[in-house]
Nanobody, 119 residues
Framework: QVQLVESGGGLVQAGGSLRLSCAAS????????MGWYRQGLGKERELVAVITSGGRINYADSVKDRFTISRDNAKNTVYLQMDSLKPEDTAVYYC?????????????WGQGTQVTVSS
């Protein structure tokens, strides 16, 4: 079993910054992709950013040039630096990872962390 634990959410004013972290632990043989998704109130969950084990990155158009995703493979951790935050970035942010536990590949999600941006 694999656990993803997120941290770093909170309340910030528009224009401010937050940094989210997500650490994977458990039966990990290798980690393929790690990424962040978000779900606003009454909205569907959407991709924010994803980074593969090879370092390939994709961002949602709405966060390009404001958010930066990175990962520390030695720590099995992915980060999301969020700058120039806007009220529309308010959402629960979820970490997602595809992990090979030595017996196969599976998808795991964190419990979510609330990000609230006030205007």
């Amino acid at each position: 079993q694999v656990q993803l634990v997120e941290s770093g959410g909170g309340l910030v004013q528009a224009g401010g910054s937050l940094r989210l972290s997500c650490a994977a632990s458990g039966s990990i043989f290798s980690i393929n992709s790690m990424g962040w998704y978000r779900q606003g109130l009454g909205k569907e969950r959407e991709l924010v950013a994803v980074i593969t084990s090879g370092g390939r990155i994709n961002y949602a158009d709405s966060v390009k040039d404001r958010f930066t995703i990175s990962r520390d493979n030695a720590k099995n951790t992915v980060y999301l630096q969020m700058d120039s935050l806007k009220p529309e970035d308010t959402a629960v942010y979820y970490c997602r990872s595809t992990v090979d536990d030595g017996m196969g590949r599976a998808e795991y999600w964190g419990q979510g962390t609330q990000v609230t941006v006030s205007s």
